[in-house]
C-alpha cells in the first residue's frame, strides 16, 4: 500500500469514507474485509440457529416412539435443511467470518487482494442463503438429503420444486465459496508483510490457505455433477438417466470427490483456530509447527482421495473396497499428529482455563472421539454394518460438532474482543462451555448406540420395542440442552458487544501479529506495514519486530493523518450478486427474470470493472 | 479493468491479478476434468444413435454415417490455435505500444487493434463453426435430448464454447479501451490475462479435440 501523501483528495475521500460507513448503507456497501467479516459472522450465527431449530423440530418428533409432530414429508425437508445449511449456510461461512476478519491480521496486510470481490462474495451469500432456505416456509424446501443423489433426485422421481431450489442454490453457494478463495489464494501469496516468509504465517492462515486450495479444485467438481442435475431437470438431458444408459453412480462419484474433502474444508479451518488458542493460553509456540504444516497438507492432499469410503455399500469391488479403506486409514495419521501435536504444546505449558482455552480442549477430546469412530468405518465389512445408520450420524456430529463447532466456539471467545474491543463474559462462557459438552455429548453419543441397534438415519419416525427408546429420548433431551446452551451464548455475545470489559489491544498476552493492533482494528489495520522476524512477534521477535508494534499500537490516528489510500465503499458488488441470483431464480419463477438478472449483472459488473478501486495515489 | 495494484508492496512482486488468474485457471481445469471424464465414461453407453464414430441404423431402417466431422472440426481447431498466435502478437504490440514503429512491418506487428481483432474474429470463426455443427448435428436426428453421447456432447462443447464466447465479449472490451484511449504498455497486465485465459481455452479445446474427436 501506498503511504504517500496525497494532499489533494485527502480531505474529500476521507469524508467521504466517514459519511458512507455509518449506518445501514455503510454495511451494504462496505469493502473492508473486517466489517465483512462481521457480516459473515452475525448471517452464518443466524443461519445456525435456522439450522439447530430445524435440528430441535427432528430431535422433538423421535423423542419417543412413533412421534408425529411432522408429516414424512416436512421431516425430509427438515433433515436436509438442516444438513445444507450447518454445511454451507453456517460452518463454511464461520470460517469465511475468520477468513476475512483474521487473515490479512496475521499476515500482516491492510486488506485482502480484492476488496471488492470480497464483498461480492459475502452477497452472493446471503442471496443465495435466503433463496434455499425461504421455500420451507412454502412447504417445498430441498428434500433429497444434503447429498442429494440422483438419479432420486432427477424430475422422474422428485418432480416437486423442492429440488430445484437445492440444485440452484447450491450452485448459487458455490459462485461465493469460489470467488472467496481465488481471493485469499491471492492474498496470502502476494500481501504478506515483509519477513512473514510462508514458514511464519499463523497456523489459522496456513489451514486456511490449505482449504482455498480444497475449495478451488473440488467445487468445480459439485458444479458439473449439478450442472447435469440442473439440464436433467430443466432441460430434459440424460446423464441420470438409468434408462438411458446412464450410470446411477456417476452422481455418487462427482459428488463425493467433491463432498469428502468438503468435509476438511469444515474441519481444518477449526483446526487453525485451535493452533492460535492452545498456544495462547499455554503461552508456548505450537509444538512441531513444520509438522503441522506438512499434516495440514497431506490431509489435503489425501482428502481428494478417500471419496469412495461414501461408497462401499453400493458394491465396488475387492480392488476399489481395499485402495479407498487403506487411504482412509493412512489419512488418521496426519490428523493424529496434529491432536499429539496440540497436546505435546499443552506440556509443560504455563495453562490459562479460559473459555477459548476450555472449547479448544474440547475440540481435541471430542473431535478424537469422532475420528476414532471414522477410521472404524474406514473397513468396509465394518462400515457395511454402519452405513446408513444412526452410528454415522453420531460420527459426524463429533467431527462437525465436536470438531468444527468447538474450534469456531474457542475461535469467537478469542477472538471477540479483536472483533469488538470489548471481552465476552468469562462466567457466562464457562456456563455455556459445560452445558454445551454435557449437551453435545448426550445428544450424540447415544446414537451410536441407537445406530448399532440398527436404527436408520432419515427415517421420520419408528415403532417401539427395537431397543431404541431410550437412546433416542437422551438424544432428545441432550438436544435441549444444547438449545439453552445457545441462548446463553447468544445473551453473551449481545451483552458483550455493548458491555463488556474493555480489552485492550492484546488482552490474552497472544504473540501474534494480529494483537499487535489496537481492538477493534483501525480501518486501515497497520500504520505502518509490519516487518516480521518470527513466528510470534511479540513473543520472540527482535528489536524490528518490536518497533512495528509500538509504531501499529498507537490509537486513534485515522487514514487520514496517516495519509493511507483505502478503498471507496460500492454498492456493485451486492448489485452483480443480486443480479446473479434473479438471473437462477429465473429458472423457477419465470424465464424473463434469467434474461433481467443477467442485464443487472452485466452492466452492473461492467460499470464495477471500469471503476477505480480507490483513490489515485501521487 | 479493475484498478490496478501498481504502487502498492507485494510479497512476490507480482500483480495480485496474475497470481489471482491463475488459481482460476487451476480451478477451471477441475471444470473441464470432471465434464470430459463425464463423456469419456459414457462414450458407448448411448442406447439408441446417432453415435460419434459409428455407422448408426435408424429402427426406421435408414442407415446413417457417423456423426462427427473430422475435417470440418480439424479447420476450426486450426482456426482457434491461429487465434493464440493473434494473441501473442496482439499482448507484444501493447507491451511495445512506446517502441519507434520505422518500418512498415514494425507497424503491422505494433498494431494492438489489429491483433486484438483477429483473435476476436478468429474466435468468433471457431463459434460459427461450432454453430455449424451443432445445427447439422440436431438436422441428422442428435440433439441434448436424444441420448448419453448427445447430453454429454453438447454440454461439454457447449461449456468449452461459452468459455470462448466470454473470451471474445472480453477481447472486444479490450478493443472498446483500445480505440476510447489507447492501450498500452501500462495496459499490458491486463491484456496478459486475457491471453492467458484465451491461451487457457485453446488448450483445453486440444484436449476435447484429441479425446473426443480423434480418438475413436
Known amino acids: ?618 | 479493468m479493475s484498478a490496478p495494484t501498481a504502487g502498492h508492496y507485494t510479497a512476490t512482486g507480482l500483480d495480485s491479478r496474475k497470481i489471482a488468474i491463475w488459481a482460476f485457471i487451476g480451478s477451471e481445469c477441475m471444470l473441464f476434468v470432471s465434464l470430459i471424464s463425464t463423456y469419456l465414461i459414457y462414450k458407448g453407453r448411448s442406447v439408441v444413435g446417432p453415435y460419434p464414430h459409428e455407422v448408426w441404423v435408424s429402427p426406421s431402417g435408414e442407415h446413417f454415417k457417423p456423426i462427427l466431422n473430422i475435417p470440418v472440426t480439424s479447420a476450426s481447431t486450426f482456426v482457434l490455435l491461429m487465434s493464440s498466435l493473434f494473441m501473442v502478437l496482439a499482448l507484444a504490440a501493447v507491451q511495445n505500444k512506446d517502441l519507434p514503429k520505422r518500418t512498415r512491418g514494425d507497424r503491422i506487428l505494433g498494431s494492438s487493434k489489429l491483433w486484438l481483432w483477429a483473435t476476436a474474429a478468429a474466435g468468433t470463426t471457431f463459434l460459427g463453426f461450432q454453430a455449424f455443427e451443432f445445427t447439422s448435428f440436431v438436422h441428422e436426428g442428435l440433439t441434448i435430448r436424444t441420448n448419453l453421447f448427445g447430453s454429454s456432447f453438447f454440454t461439454l462443447t457447449g461449456f468449452h464454447g461459452a468459455h470462448v464466447t466470454a473470451g471474445v465479449i472480453w477481447l472486444l472490451t479490450l478493443l472498446a479501451i483500445d480505440y476510447r484511449r489507447g492501450l498500452g504498455p501500462k495496459d499490458a497486465l491486463n491484456v496478459d490475462i486475457a491471453a492467458l485465459y484465451w491461451h487457457f481455452v485453446d488448450v483445453v479445446w486440444i484436449a476435447i479435440f484429441t479425446l473426443v474427436y480423434l480418438i475413436k
Do not use: C
Open chain 1, 1 to 618: 500500500m501506498a503511504t504517500t501523501a496525497v494532499p489533494a483528495h485527502a480531505a474529500h475521500i476521507n469524508e467521504h469514507a466517514f459519511d458512507e460507513q455509518s449506518g445501514i448503507w455503510g454495511w451494504l456497501t462496505t469493502v473492508d474485509h473486517k466489517r465483512i467479516g462481521v457480516l459473515y459472522l452475525f448471517t452464518a450465527l443466524a443461519f445456525f440457529i435456522i439450522g439447530g431449530l430445524e435440528a430441535e423440530i427432528i430431535r422433538l418428533q423421535l423423542q419417543g416412539p412413533n412421534g408425529h409432530i411432522v408429516s414424512a414429508e416436512l421431516y425430509n425437508q427438515l433433515f436436509t435443511m438442516h444438513g445444507t445449511t450447518m454445511i454451507f449456510l453456517a460452518v463454511m461461512p464461520l470460517s469465511a467470518a475468520f477468513f476475512n476478519f483474521l487473515i490479512p491480521l496475521q499476515i500482516g496486510a491492510r486488506d485482502v487482494a480484492f476488496p471488492r470481490l470480497n464483498a461480492f462474495s459475502y452477497w452472493v451469500y446471503v442471496f443465495g442463503g435466503i433463496f434455499i432456505t425461504l421455500p420451507i416456509l412454502f412447504n417445498v424446501a430441498p428434500n433429497g438429503g444434503w447429498f442429494g443423489y440422483a438419479p432420486l433426485t432427477t424430475k422422474l422421481f422428485a418432480p416437486g420444486l423442492n429440488i430445484d431450489f437445492w440444485v440452484i442454490g447450491l450452485q448459487i453457494l458455490g459462485v461465493s465459496s469460489l470467488a472467496a478463495a481465488f481471493n485469499f489464494i491471492t492474498t496470502i501469496i502476494n500481501l504478506r508483510a515483509p519477513g512473514m516468509s510462508l514458514m511464519r504465517m499463523p497456523m489459522f492462515t496456513w489451514m486456511s490457505f490449505i482449504v482455498q486450495f480444497m475449495l478451488i479444485l473440488a467445487f468445480p467438481v459439485i458444479t458439473i455433477a449439478l450442472v447435469f442435475l440442473l439440464l436433467d431437470r430443466f432441460f430434459g438431458t440424460q446423464f441420470y438417466e438409468t434408462a438411458a444408459g446412464a450410470d446411477p453412480l456417476l452422481w455418487q462419484h462427482l459428488f463425493w470427490i467433491f463432498g469428502h474433502p468438503e468435509v476438511y474444508i469444515l474441519i481444518l479451518p477449526a483446526f487453525g483456530l485451535v493452533s492460535e488458542v492452545l498456544p495462547t493460553f499455554s503461552r508456548k509456540p505450537l509444538f512441531g509447527y513444520p509438522v503441522m504444516v506438512y499434516s495440514g497438507m497431506l490431509i489435503g492432499v489425501l482428502g481428494f482421495g478417500v471419496w469412495a469410503h461414501h461408497m462401499f455399500a453400493v458394491g465396488l469391488g475387492p480392488i476399489g473396497d481395499s485402495v479407498f479403506s487403506l487411504v482412509t486409514m493412512l489419512i488418521a495419521i496426519p490428523t493424529g499428529v496434529k491432536i499429539f501435536n496440540w497436546i505435546a504444546t499443552m506440556v509443560q505449558g504455563q495453562l490459562r482455563f479460559t473459555t477459548s482455552m476450555m472449547f479448544g480442549i474440547g475440540l481435541i477430546a471430542l473431535f478424537t472421539i469422532g475420528g476414532i469412530s471414522g477410521v472404524m468405518h474406514s473397513s468396509p465389512p465394518a462400515d457395511l454394518q454402519q452405513t446408513d445408520t444412526y452410528f454415522i450420524v453420531a460420527h459426524i456430529h463429533y467431527v462437525l460438532f465436536g470438531g468444527s463447532i468447538m474450534g469456531i466456539f474457542a475461535g469467537i471467545y478469542l477472538y471477540f474482543p479483536k472483533i469488538t474491543g470489548r471481552l465476552m463474559d468469562e462466567k457466562l462462557g464457562k456456563i455455556h462451555f459445560w452445558i454445551n459438552f454435557v449437551g453435545m455429548n448426550l445428544t450424540f453419543f447415544p446414537m451410536h448406540f441407537s445406530g448399532m441397534l440398527g436404527m436408520p438415519r432419515r427415517i421420520y419416525t419408528y415403532d417401539s420395542g427395537q431397543g431404541w427408546d431410550t437412546f433416542n429420548l437422551m438424544s432428545s433431551i441432550g438436544a435441549y440442552i444444547l438449545a439453552v446452551a445457545t441462548l446463553i451464548f447468544a445473551y453473551n455475545f449481545l451483552k458483550s458487544r455493548k458491555r463488556g470489559e474493555i480489552a485492550g489491544s492484546n488482552p490474552w498476552g497472544a504473540g501474534t501479529l494480529e494483537w499487535t493492533i489496537p481492538s477493534p482494528p483501525p480501518e486501515y489495520n497497520f500504520a505502518v506495514l509490519p516487518t516480521v522476524t518470527s513466528r510470534y512477534p511479540l513473543w520472540e521477535g527482535d528489536e524490528r519486530d518490536a518497533e512495528s508494534a509500538r509504531i501499529n499500537s498507537q490509537e486513534g490516528k485515522t487514514a487520514e493523518d496517516l495519509h493511507i489510500v483505502m478503498p471507496y465503499n460500492t454498492i456493485k458488488p451486492a448489485i452483480v450478486a443480486g443480479g446473479l441470483v434473479i438471473m437462477f431464480s429465473g429458472l423457477i419463477f419465470a424465464k424473463a427474470l434469467i434474461f433481467l438478472g443477467a442485464a443487472l449483472m452485466v452492466t452492473s459488473l461492467y460499470s464495477w470493472l471500469l471503476s477505480p478501486l480507490e483513490p489515485e495515489h501521487h
